[in-house]
């Protein structure tokens, strides 16, 4: 199985979609499950070791020292597989909701090929390519199918990470320019010894990036208007994909690239993620409007990942890991329930639903499934991520786990309003007549809530494949750091 | 027999798939015997375990590796021993009751099936929560009895106030839960493992009062006070009568609120090398049985009366935990399943036959009307009472002379809640069964005596009521506690560190002679009022004086809307409005139109004036020459 048949073939999928204008949304379907069906066949051959696999490496630019090069260890895989897995998903649940234009599929798999460029690359100028590839879809399809100020709203976001991605590029140059080679390779990346200061100011334009995309606390304020506004589908790949570029990079590239900028401002990163948690989640209280709600418990729910990565050991990155694919799943279950809503009762406000348990039984159970997979509760994919990521923490130290543990607490608080003032409660004219999961719907969160259960129950065979990867580079960062 | 083990949790777990996946297809009848049929299929199995298991050690069984991370490894396994036997019976068996009688009392229901589905997923999650043979997997019975709860409480969800009642109870337990999770963790960095089989032993080697042995029993309790209801968390408890009373029950009397305590005896060597933690927790338990007692005395509701009192009898397991009289703390747990599952069924009964009224205002003679109900009522609250030779005597006097070797201040105070107890109790039977029907006319009419499939439950925890207290009869009274010697593998260590009861037999007596002869007066004084002088409380008189504290629950529900709620909704939209869109994105915002306005001023010096051009060319030729000039 070759890696760039997986990489190439959702661009071939976008073609053939623009060119199928009238049953777009069914060629984009199959494209994407062939995608996943490469991923899953590149998946049976991987090895869970710490080496890098299926590698491809051409000469791209040659004067430059730009290679198309790339791979798979175990931290890119769980990505792929993520990626892969849930672009069916997504495409699948946008079928109800009559979007005919065959651009919004074709601009949807276009985004899929510089997603899974990002978490192949192996090097960075092809990384940073993948990285600006998939915003131009994205960019396109929340400002042409979003909401009343999509517009407004969406040069923001756009405005915002490519002025995050510029710092990263310039950090790129200056890297490439030390190394001895004349070289964009990681690895090339990785062996360089810049003095502490360097890699200090390396580190913020990394950092800066990553922390915009996921968002980090206090650069997430174009997310929840974003997140708000763009059409769901937009919402879904936002949310469950796009923003673990920002994790991904920080793990594959920030720390790793620049052990001791992260020794010098890793401890004020985790301070800002531990701060995102709790202030995301409080704000998540009073939200009204269910998107904008989602939008921050993502952000309580990222800042734990984040703060899981910044403390730097084995349980934290492998919960982070982990929680990379439970919140991709979790959270476009989260935002497909409220597609449905917001589909049937033309409304985003809370307060105007309320007792749609008792007309619409199945959305009702599949809507607390996902509930209790992001409230972490044990025996979902929640529980294992949230759990492993507060034990990371704490091992770091005590007081930021209470902290950071709040979550449970908090996420239960909003999630428990969300539910109660949307499906408790006696019906109200308009949730009367709320018509009951149908079709492609019902299957996406069947899928949904099964993945949450079964991750729960047996998360032994995702954290198998990132371990010896994630032991492996905090051995290698570790060991830089020692001297 | 022990190799089956893994089926006791997994038969209600199918029960609960197919009573899940079918509660609109099949048939009531079918539903509820499916349901019975499983719980009472793992009381077999735990009961042939109980006669065959006579192991000094426990006995792990490992079923697969759940979490594997680096050097952290959680198995998911299943621990058997003389103290998981014990809940095993408890679980079951009254399960089996419990599922007995909700096919009669809920046959009415719409959502039978779904009751039946939950009720089952519950028992699924309380095995787990006994069995598992390390915290987490216990932290999975822990957390899923309390969706089970959510998903109870809330069972008739369209009452707003019941689904907020259900909300209240999740994240009250959430509270708590965070702490047990610290708890873990703690446990984790400290001895490598979460298996108590590995943990224990190591624990049993370190000396009284570490520091981080204190530490974990604090944040450990911090979790019971939320499952188990007590002081601050406890006002989750009587809301979540909102549910149907066999949830109530079997839930919120005779299992899922006992966890904090099996956890603690579970546990045990831990808290018994942490004396400062036994205190705190004698404290809370105590100030919790009080307080709960005293806020039962007004009650009118019948089923917040029984509420209130198994907080109080809750917060008396707690105070003989606190004591160190582990072996009777978990006595009063089987004592207290049985009587106060007794008691809620009978509640049950007596609603049901009311068309639903659960105001004791409204009730009243229902003796002659509801003559099993009430006899079988009337065992439980002699049981919970504590005369003698019922159930709570045994269990009750044992923790009281355990509290009273301990210190005396906490004996006297705690005699006083067991008297507020006998009165409390009394009350509510005297204003049920006694005087005269004051309900409507309907009511009246309605009234009759609960089919055999609730009334068979009742009767058979009444018998165990009556005789549940001899397997733990004192010496003292010529018995030799057969559930100390049963329980004492499980509590070895233990007892290897605290002092065993040394009262002698005529001290015994004494305190016996007090707590019997104060119930007593309690229950004279009671009768005097309710029956003899047929006083029924008015609202305006529940409203005033010394009564109005205790009707109203000393607002603590007020107290905690004020100062946790409230400020905690006002930082959300203060967070919100100001820090979040004024704040940050206002300065982000601001950052954007200050490039806009840069980008405006120097796309100004870009005029097309090919003149300007010239002279800004000219400007900067003379620039660069003055400057190599005076540089070079």
């Known amino acids: ?483 | 027999m022990i190799d089956l083990v893994w089926l006791i949790p997994l038969l209600p777990f199918i029960g609960f798939l197919i009573n899940g996946l079918g509660r609109n297809v099949l048939p009531k009848p079918l539903i509820g015997t499916i349901a019975s049929l499983a719980v009472i299929g793992s009381f077999a199995i735990s009961l042939s375990i109980f006669l065959t298991f006579d192991a000094a050690q426990p006995q792990v069984i490992h079923l697969f590796d759940w979490i594997n991370v680096g050097s952290l490894s959680i198995p998911f396994a299943f621990q058997i021993d003389q103290l998981s036997i014990m809940m095993l019976l408890i679980i079951t068996g009254i399960g089996s009751l419990i599922h007995i009688y909700s096919a009669g009392y809920m046959s009415h229901d719409a959502g039978f099936g779904k009751f039946f589905a939950y009720l089952n997923l519950f028992v699924f999650f309380m095995l787990l929560l006994v069995m598992g043979s390390n915290y987490v997997i216990m932290f999975i019975g822990w957390e899923g009895v309390g969706l089970c709860s959510y998903l109870l409480i809330g069972f008739w969800y369209s009452n707003g106030a019941y689904a907020d009642a259900a909300k209240k109870a999740f994240i009250m337990n959430r509270i708590g839960d965070l702490g047990f999770l610290l708890g873990v963790f703690l446990i984790i960095t400290t001895f490598g493992s979460v298996s108590f089989t590995e943990i224990f032993p190591k624990a049993a080697g370190m000396v009284s009062g570490d520091a981080t042995l204190v530490l974990i029993t604090i944040l450990l309790f911090i979790g019971a006070t939320g499952k188990s209801a007590q002081l601050p968390l406890f006002t989750w408890l009587p809301d979540a009568m909102a549910g149907p009373t066999p949830v109530s029950a079997l839930i919120h009397a005779a299992t899922m609120v006992t966890a904090g305590i099996y956890m603690i005896a579970r546990s045990n060597i831990l808290f018994a090398l942490s004396p400062v933690t036994l205190d705190i927790i004698a404290v809370i338990g105590l100030l919790t049985a009080v307080v709960a007692a005293f806020i039962a005395l007004t009650q009118t509701d019948i089923k917040k009366v029984l509420a209130y009192s198994t907080v109080s009898q809750l917060g008396y397991m707690f105070l003989g935990l606190g004591v160190g009289a582990f072996t009777g703390a978990f006595f009063h747990v089987l004592t207290h399943a049985f009587f106060k599952a007794l008691l809620f069924l009978g509640a049950g009964s007596v609603i049901h036959a009311m068309s639903n009224e659960q105001d004791m205002r409204n009730m009243g003679g229902l003796r002659k009307k509801l003559p099993i109900t009430f006899l079988t009522m009337l065992i439980g609250t002699i049981a919970i009472a504590g005369l003698p030779p019922f159930a709570g005597f045994f269990s009750k006097d044992e923790i009281l002379a355990h509290v009273y070797e301990h210190n005396k201040l906490l004996w006297i105070i705690g005699l006083f809640g067991a008297f507020l107890t006998a009165a409390y109790m009394f009350r509510m039977m005297f204003l049920t069964f006694w005087g005269n029907f004051r309900g409507t006319e309907d009511q009246k009419h309605h009234l009759h005596e609960s089919p055999v499939s609730m009334t068979f439950p009742l009767i058979v925890l009444a018998i165990l009521s009556i005789v549940g207290g001899f397997m733990g009869v004192p010496h003292a009274l010529g018995g030799h506690h057969w559930l100390n010697e049963y329980l004492s593998p499980v509590l070895a260590a233990t007892n290897n560190i605290l002092p065993a009861l040394s009262l002698d037999h005529a001290t015994e007596y004494m305190l016996m002679g007090i707590s019997v002869g104060g119930v007593i007066i309690s229950i004279i004084i009671a009768y005097v009022k309710y029956v003899s002088k047929g006083y029924v409380p008015k609202e305006e008189e529940l409203q005033s004086g010394f009564s109005k504290l205790s009707y109203n629950k000393l607002y603590l529900d007020e107290l905690y809307t004020a100062i946790i709620q409230k400020p905690l909704d006002a930082l959300s939209a203060f967070f919100f409005k100001v820090v979040d869109k004024s704040g940050i994105d206002g300065l982000v915002n601001g950052l954007g139109k200050v490039s806009i306005e840069a980008s405006k001023t120097l796309r100004l010096l870009q005029t097309g004036n090919v003149g300007f051009y010239i002279f800004a060319m000219v400007i900067g030729i003379v620039a660069v020459l003055v400057y190599s000039f005076i540089i070079i």
């Open chain 1, 1 to 483: 199985m070759n890696l760039l048949l997986l990489l190439f073939f959702p661009l071939v999928g976008a073609l053939v979609t623009l060119l199928n204008g009238k049953f777009a949304k069914q060629s984009a379907l199959i494209s994407s499950l062939v995608t996943l069906a490469f991923a899953l066949l590149l998946m049976g051959d991987f090895v869970p070791d710490a080496s890098s696999q299926f590698v491809v490496n051409y000469p791209w630019i040659p004067a430059l020292g730009i290679n198309f090069a790339v791979a798979i260890d175990g931290i890119s895989m769980p990505l792929v597989l993520l990626t892969t897995g849930l672009f069916p998903l997504i495409i699948l649940s946008s079928f109800g909701r009559n979007i005919s234009q065959a651009s919004f599929y074709a601009l949807t798999l276009f985004m899929q090929f510089g997603l899974l460029l990002v978490f192949t690359a192996t090097d960075a100028f092809l990384f940073y390519v993948g990285w600006e590839v998939a915003l131009i879809p994205i960019y396109f399809i929340c400002a042409l199918w979003g909401g009343e100020n999509r517009i407004k709203v969406n040069m923001k976001f756009f405005v915002y990470t490519i002025a995050g991605s510029l710092f990263m590029l310039l950090g790129i140059i200056y890297l490439h320019l030390q190394t001895a080679d004349n070289s964009f390779s990681i690895a090339s990346f990785y062996n360089l010894n810049l003095d502490a200061a360097t890699q200090g100011w390396l580190f913020w334009c990394f950092f800066l990036a990553f922390a915009i995309k996921m968002p980090i606390f206090p650069f997430h304020t174009w997310q929840p208007d974003t997140y708000t506004e763009a059409p769901t589908t937009g919402t879904m790949l936002l949310s469950g994909i796009m923003l673990k570029m920002g994790i991904y990079g920080v793990i594959r590239w920030l720390i790793p690239v620049t052990p001791f900028g992260f020794l010098t401002w890793g401890h004020l990163a985790l301070v800002l993620s531990v701060i995102g948690i709790v202030y995301a989640s409080i704000i998540a209280f009073t939200q009204k409007d269910i998107k904008r709600l989602i939008a921050y418990s993502s952000i309580g729910h990222v800042g734990l990942i984040a703060a899981g990565i910044f403390v730097w050991n084995v349980q934290g990155l492998q919960g982070a890991m982990i929680q990379m694919i439970n919140h991709g799943i979790n959270v476009v279950g989260m935002f497909l329930i409220a597609d449905i809503l917001i589909d049937r009762l033309k409304t985003r406000e809370i307060a105007t639903m309320g007792g749609i348990a008792k007309v619409a039984p199945k959305f009702a159970i599949a809507f607390l499934i996902i509930v209790l997979g992001t409230v972490a509760l044990p025996l979902t994919n929640g529980f294992i991520g949230e759990f492993l990521l507060l034990h990371g923490v704490y091992q770091f130290n005590i007081w930021y786990a209470a902290v950071a543990g709040l979550t449970i607490i908090f996420g239960a608080v909003y999630m428990l309003r969300m539910y109660k003032a949307v499906m408790q409660g006696e019906t109200n004219e308009t949730t009367a007549s709320f018509k009951d999961i149908n079709g492609s719907e019902y299957l996406v969160l069947a899928v949904v809530c099964l993945l949450i259960i079964i991750i729960g129950v047996y998360p032994n065979a995702l954290l198998h494949i990132s371990e010896a990867s994630v032991e492996n580079l905090i051995n290698q960062v570790n060991s830089k750091l020692a001297f």
